[in-house]
Every structure is written in C-alpha cells, then in structure tokens.
C-alpha cells in the first residue's frame, strides 16, 4: 500500500526554526509537494522536490532524500501567521497525488 | 486573474438525497482533480479530469460520480447521501496532467454537512 507519515501536531516559538519530517513509501516516486492549509481554508502551493537535496525559498526550506523515503520542511524566523497544517503529498507512478494526513504546527508568542 | 473558484461555500443536505458541486479552474488549466478532506486529515482523492475525459478515480463508492465540460469547468455528483459523507470537498486544477512538477491549485472548498 502506499503510506504518508507525518507528526500530527508541533509546537514552536516565535522567531524560532522548526522542521517537520514526511516519511512515504509510494508505488514510484514523481516528485513531493509540501502545502500550507490554515484552518477552513484551501491548501496552498509551498514546495516542490524531485531530485535529492535541499530547495530553498525565502525563511522555507524543503529537503529530500528518494534512498530515504524522507523529507522534511524547514521554516526558520517562525511568526505567527505560520500557524497552519502542512500537508506532504507524493505523485506516484500514475502521477496522482498522495496525501499525508498534515502536521498542525502551533507557534507561540 | 481569478484562482480556482468552487460553489456553494457551505451546502446543509439530509441522508439520502443527493448534491452537485461546481468548481472552475483557473483560465488556462485543463486539468481538475476533486478531493474529499475530513478535519484532521489530508485530501483523499476522488477523480481527474483532463480534457473532459476521467483520466484517475479514488476508493470512493459509486455514489461519487463527476465530469468536466468543454470550458473545462467540473461537477462532482453525489447520490444517496451518508452522515460520513460530511467534509470539505476540494477542487484542484492543474495545467497540465501526468508531468512530475504539476502544481495544483486549490478552491477554497465546498463544507458539506449532512444531517
């Protein structure tokens, strides 16, 4: 079967970094996808990996390592808008997305 | 340019009866793909459609059922509605399908209680 893990739940402070790990096992591997979904709102685009590595975008990093079946999201300067779920998607070998079930990452002042 | 636009926003149905949802994609895109959200989950995927044909279907009963038109506007049916049909259905478009990079972007969903 195909599998997404994710924490369910992270705590940071404001102006500190966190990461949030996604661990997948995946019938073939076309990429990962992080999304951003704050409450009763629709997910939106963060970042995309497909090749090993670190992808850098503004105070976001997203990482991938395919050998591991891992990645994760770094968010650096954390403010509070950055309370929200974040969601690690898979497009498999049919190049449908698979979703993990999001981490809800809560910043405190 | 306008995003991904979904109607209605929130929808009150009983057991039983059935619902219509309609999403747009952004102009240009051909691709939509519906997903079904329960709070506390991730998207679990129901259909794509490209150029008005089902090009991917989700573990979802045939009670799910949808299409896309020529404008590449799309529908999601449901019939014989359930209580555990209640949840946030997404609608995504895509430019393009079956590429490694094909970013989705979401409409702010239809929330869809059934009583």
């Known amino acids: 079967g195909q599998n997404i893990d994710q924490p369910t739940e992270m705590t940071a402070t404001e102006g500190a970094i966190v990461q949030i790990n996604c661990t997948y096992q995946?019938?073939?591997?076309?990429?990962l996808f992080w999304y951003q979904q704050h409450a009763g709102e629709a997910p939106t685009f963060l970042s995309y990996n497909v090749l090993d590595g670190l992808e850098e975008k503004g105070r976001f990093s997203s990482f991938l390592s395919r050998s591991k079946g891992y990645s994760y999201l770094l968010l650096k300067e954390l403010q509070m808008k950055d309370s929200a779920s974040y969601l690690c998607?898979?497009?498999?070998?049919?190049?449908?997305?698979?979703w993990g079930a999001g981490t809800k990452l809560i910043i405190k002042p | 340019d306008a995003g991904v636009t979904q109607s209605p926003t929130h929808l009150i149905k009983t057991r039983g009866q059935h619902v219509t949802l309609r999403c747009s994609p952004i102009?240009?895109?051909?691709?939509v793909s519906w997903y079904q959200q329960v709070l506390g989950q991730g998207p679990q995927f129901i259909f794509q459609y490209y150029e008005k044909e089902e090009r991917g279907r989700g573990n979802f009963p045939d009670r799910f059922s949808a299409r896309q038109f020529p404008n590449y506007s799309s529908e999601l049916n449901v019939n014989a509605l359930l209580l555990g049909d209640s949840a946030l259905y997404l609608c995504a478009s895509s430019f393009d399908r079956g590429r490694p990079k094909n970013i989705q972007y979401f409409g702010a969903g239809t929330r869809l209680s059934v009583l």
């Open positions: 995946t019938s073939g591997f076309n990429g």
């Open positions: 102009s240009g895109h051909k691709s």
């Open positions: 998607a898979v497009t498999d070998s049919n190049y449908q997305l698979i």
